[in-house]
C-alpha cells in the first residue's frame, strides 16, 4: 500500500509544481491524460479503411501521434479547467451567476 502513498505524494507534488490548487479533490485523475492517450494511440495503430497501403510503419506513426496529441490535449484541458472560476465556492454561499 506505500507505493501507492508514494505515487499520491509524488503527483501532489507535481500539481505543487504547476501551481495547481486541487483543493483536495483526487490526485488520480491525472491517470486520464495518459490513459486516454494510449486508447486512441491502439486505436489509430489498428484504424481499418485507411485510403492508402499502410505498412506497420505508418500505423505505428498514426498510433503515437495519437497517443500524444490525446494525452497533450488532455493535460490542457485539464490545466485551463483548473483555473476556471466557476469552479470556486462563492464566499456567501450563494452561487454565482455568469
Same mark, same amino acid.
Given at each position: 500500500m506505500s507505493g501507492m502513498g508514494s505515487v499520491e505524494r509524488r503527483l501532489r507534488q507535481f500539481e505543487k509544481r504547476l501551481g495547481l490548487?486541487?483543493? &483536495?479533490?483526487?490526485? !488520480? $485523475? !491525472?491517470?486520464?491524460?495518459?490513459?486516454? &492517450?494510449?486508447? $486512441?494511440?491502439?486505436?489509430?495503430?489498428? +484504424?481499418?479503411?485507411?485510403?492508402?497501403?499502410?505498412? !506497420? &510503419?505508418?500505423?505505428?506513426?498514426?498510433?503515437?501521434?495519437?497517443?500524444?496529441?490525446?494525452?497533450?490535449?488532455?493535460?490542457?484541458? +485539464?490545466?485551463?479547467?483548473?483555473?476556471?472560476?466557476?469552479?470556486?465556492?462563492?464566499?456567501?454561499?450563494?452561487?454565482?451567476?455568469?
Amino acid at each position: 500500500m506505500s507505493g501507492m502513498g508514494s505515487v499520491e505524494r509524488r503527483l501532489r507534488q507535481f500539481e505543487k509544481r504547476l501551481g495547481l490548487d486541487r483543493q &483536495g479533490r483526487s490526485v !488520480w $485523475i !491525472w491517470a486520464l491524460p495518459p490513459a486516454s &492517450g494510449v486508447i $486512441i494511440g491502439v486505436l489509430f495503430g489498428v +484504424m481499418p479503411g485507411l485510403p492508402i497501403p499502410a505498412d !506497420w &510503419g505508418l500505423r505505428v506513426s498514426f498510433g503515437l501521434f495519437g497517443l500524444v496529441a490525446t494525452t497533450a490535449v488532455s493535460v490542457i484541458c +485539464m490545466l485551463s479547467f483548473d483555473r476556471d472560476s466557476n469552479q470556486e465556492d462563492a464566499a456567501d454561499g450563494a452561487v454565482p451567476r455568469p
